[in-house]
């Protein structure tokens, strides 16, 4: 555990670089407090890592939404899952 600006953080981190453009820059800041950048970032990209290891199968994004905690998904019944599901679509 390490101690920053009086914040405990538990979970380990990689500091990186990277370019993004100016206007999706300006969006973020605009949006997103100073001192949670780091945290949108990283939700924007797990997002992303989701959306692509689960794009071949419904039921494979859906098992991944209801694990992951950071997305929230709605109350849904047994009936409507499986009709969407067989829809193709989430």
């Known amino acids: 555990m390490k101690r920053i600006n009086n914040f405990i953080h538990t979970m380990q981190t990689q500091r990186i670089t990277a370019s993004i453009p100016t206007t999706l820059y300006q969006q973020m800041d605009e949006l997103v407090a100073i001192g949670g950048r780091s945290k949108f970032v990283a939700r924007a990209i797990k ?7 689960t794009q071949g199968s419904p039921l494979d994004h859906f098992t991944n939404m209801v694990n992951d905690q950071s997305i ?3 109350n849904l019944t047994t009936t409507k899952i499986k009709e ?7």
């Open 72 to 74: 929230k998904i709605p």
């Open 84 to 90: 969407y599901i067989s829809r193709g679509r989430l």
């Open 47 to 53: 997002k992303e890592i989701v959306r692509i290891q």
